[in-house]
């Protein structure tokens, strides 16, 4: 029988059940050396082990648990562009340089994801029909007319739809507006994950599962990385782990500050109904501080999410919210059914930007993706291996080197955003 990614069924939901069949590994047994050793097996570890092995670099990828068992296998499923801060605010904390190349890589991030999934024929229910940024109220909306300026003077296929355009795409009169950008989609990320690994196996690269790396070790001019039962000796390491960083460099998780955020899965909707809502397969997300985010799965499933833990009296107070906002969105929906709930974290940073770290010599990685992982994870996974085969320098690279350090008050923020989000999902006037 296929191994379960989690004994919790509140983890990876409905991902899980629908997802093909992860590929077949094994537990490292023994001392093996190479090239390069990757730790974490998500969207970057497994994007820099496949792009590594086409370029002729041998490559091993230690994942703690199940391929994607992180964020990889428990998010929406958005296939973003850019990250969540507006378009200009990376030249002004990154710099003019760095914040362009950023803004380009992240842009075109997307297109990357498409490809490889129609190269591997990778099957994870992929839609490349866009994302809608919904606005709530004037200052939403407002939000995003600034959005629309800021992309549209970088060339991007972005347009503002007014609330009639809005209310006939997401098939609700909620909205104040909405942000189409056709550079964007939906998939199933844990079976985009999944077809990764299968991708990078295909090309030459080796994925030892439940082999956490416990320590690592320099030995003279390479590094020893131990598991419980083996050790990989390799010239370079990468660190891939981001928000669920455990042992060697846990500075990676005490750098972000967690975010809980839940899903619920509907059961297949009626035909009737399915059709009036997203008949165009977007996916949505709003503009309100607490946000919402929603999309439709290939057999009529709402996938309806919010910021949240499903743990304690959060599961009861998310679980009524939900099916309150969805009614009060979608009137028409009726007496509908959830078939599937599950929750995990969004590692934040503090400027809610990705990091580039070396951590030492030739130990470098790339985190904080603040809730758009499948797409920068996966073109960030690209940078390191060509940063690592030699085809680009670190003055090349879209982000530049900095030193990690621990979140300011993160403990206290993590009780505040999780209680927070209760509050505000028990006392929503509008849901």
């Known amino acids: 029988m296929p191994k379960s990614i989690s004994a919790n069924t509140k983890t990876h939901g409905l991902w899980e059940t629908t997802a093909p069949a992860a590929p077949e590994t094994a537990t490292l047994a023994a001392e093996i050396r190479t090239s390069v050793c990757i730790i974490g097996g998500g969207y970057t570890g497994n994007s820099a082990a496949l792009h590594l092995a086409k370029k002729g670099v041998a490559s091993i990828v230690l994942e703690a648990k199940e391929i994607g068992f992180g964020g990889a296998g428990r998010n929406v499923g958005l296939v973003n562009a850019g990250m969540w801060v507006m378009p200009d605010e990376l030249p002004n904390v990154l710099g003019e340089v760095h914040g362009d190349r950023l803004l380009k890589l992240l842009g075109d991030a997307p297109s990357v994801v498409f490809e490889i999934v129609d190269q591997y024929r990778i099957e994870c229910q992929l839609q490349k029909h866009g994302t809608l940024h919904c606005g709530v109220g004037q200052v939403g909306l407002e939000e995003l007319q600034q959005r629309e300026t800021q992309w549209r003077l970088r060339g991007a296929p972005v347009r503002l739809l007014s609330a009639e355009e809005t209310a006939e795409k997401v098939g609700s009169n909620a909205y104040t507006g909405a942000l189409l950008d056709l550079r964007a989609g939906t998939i199933q990320p844990l079976a985009y994950v999944r077809?990764?690994?299968?991708?990078?196996?295909?090309?030459?690269?080796?994925?030892?599962?439940?082999?956490?790396?416990?320590?690592?070790?320099?030995?003279?001019?390479?590094?020893?990385?131990?598991?419980?039962?083996?050790?990989?000796?390799?010239?370079?390491?990468?660190?891939?782990?981001?928000?669920?960083?455990?042992?060697?460099?846990?500075?990676?998780?005490?750098?972000?500050?967690?975010?809980?955020?839940?899903?619920?899965?509907?059961?297949?909707?009626?035909?009737?109904?399915?059709?009036?809502?997203?008949?165009?397969?977007?996916g949505v997300w709003d503009t309100k501080e607490v946000l919402s985010s929603?999309?439709?799965?290939?057999?009529?499933?709402?996938?309806?999410?919010?910021?949240?833990?499903?743990?304690?009296?959060?599961?009861?107070?998310?679980?009524?919210?939900?099916?309150?906002?969805?009614?009060?969105?979608?009137?028409?929906?009726?007496?509908?059914?959830?078939?599937?709930?599950?929750?995990?974290?969004?590692?934040?940073?503090?400027?809610?930007?990705?990091?580039?770290?070396?951590?030492?010599p030739n130990v470098i990685g790339i985190s904080g993706y603040n809730g758009r992982g499948i797409a920068p994870g996966t073109v960030m996974g690209r940078t390191l291996a060509e940063l690592i085969a030699g085809e680009k320098g670190e003055d090349d690279l879209p982000l530049p080197v900095t030193a990690p350090r621990d979140a300011k008050m993160r403990a206290l923020k993590e009780v505040f955003y999780e209680v927070g989000a209760q509050a505000v999902h028990l006392t929503d006037s509008r849901f």
């Not at 499933?301 to 309150?324: C, N, P, Q, T, Y």
């Open 294 to 360: 929603f999309r439709m799965d290939i057999h009529g499933r709402l996938i309806f999410g919010s910021v949240g833990a499903l743990k304690g009296v959060g599961e009861a107070i998310h679980r009524d919210w939900a099916l309150r906002a969805l009614h009060k969105i979608f009137p028409q929906i009726g007496n509908v059914a959830f078939e599937a709930e599950w929750y995990g974290q969004i590692g934040m940073t503090d400027d809610n930007l990705p990091r580039f770290h070396k951590f030492a």
């Open 195 to 282: 077809g990764l690994a299968k991708a990078a196996l295909k090309e030459g690269a080796t994925i030892y599962t439940g082999s956490p790396a416990l320590e690592v070790t320099a030995e003279g001019a390479q590094w020893r990385v131990k598991t419980p039962q083996g050790s990989v000796i390799a010239d370079w390491v990468i660190m891939a782990t981001d928000a669920y960083t455990s042992g060697p460099w846990e500075i990676i998780r005490r750098e972000q500050v967690h975010l809980p955020y839940f899903n619920f899965a509907t059961v297949p909707l009626p035909e009737d109904i399915r059709a009036t809502i997203l008949p165009g397969k977007e």
